[in-house]
């Protein structure tokens, strides 16, 4: 398939180059059920879930898998895949309702995918930072954001896919933004 000028349009975006490449992810998959000792989460016929009754009594049994999923290394490590910068100088007045949105943002994606967590959140005066554990949850944050607040995201992806900063600027920073490249 060719485009205008005679370039030859590739795909090569689709697919991740190395996926190997994920220090954390699982080489060989544990035979039968396993359960994460952190976060009681549990990993059966290829798909992890949760289940907290199912998880207890996997606990109690004695001879049961007890690992720790991927997330719960990537918390540990301090590993993240996905970072989210918001700046808004209104960002004070309005932080219950942020960190509200991306708590159900990580709550509906951790249905799906429960390794999908926020790792941590730092604040600083029109500043916040929040830390996923995947970059496909830090782009979700940033989606929900420009729903809900309207204002202006980019998206920046590290070298080989490995990690995502998604920037995003509230409404009053867009709007000088876009006043700034008009002038």
């Known amino acids: 398939m060719s485009t205008r000028r005679g370039q030859r349009y590739s795909t090569s975006y689709k697919k991740k180059e190395y996926p190997n490449q994920d220090p954390y992810a699982m080489r060989k998959a544990p035979k039968g059920v396993a359960w994460c000792r952190t976060c009681r989460v549990i990993y059966a016929k290829k798909r992890w879930y949760f289940d907290p ?3 207890r009594t996997l606990a109690a049994t004695p001879g049961s898998q007890g690992i720790i999923c991927p997330a719960c290394q990537k918390i540990r490590d301090q590993y ?3 970072i989210v910068t918001l700046t808004w100088a209104d960002l004070p007045a309005h932080d219950a309702d942020i960190r509200g949105l991306i708590t159900h943002v990580e709550s509906r994606l951790m249905l799906v995918n429960p390794l999908d967590r926020v790792m941590k ?3 600083r005066r029109t500043n916040l930072e929040v830390q996923t554990t995947t970059d496909r949850l830090a782009q979700r944050i940033g989606r929900e954001l420009v729903k809900a607040f309207k204002g202006h995201v980019t998206y920046h ?5 490995m990690l995502i900063r998604v920037d995003w600027r509230g409404p009053d920073a867009a709007e000088k933004t876009k006043r700034a490249a008009r002038r």
Do not use: I, K, Q
């Not at 992806?157 to 896919?161: I, Q």
């Open 80 to 82: 993240p895949e996905g």
């Open 53 to 55: 009754d199912e998880a």
């Open 121 to 123: 959140s730092t604040r």
């Open 157 to 161: 992806w590290a070298h080989r896919d």
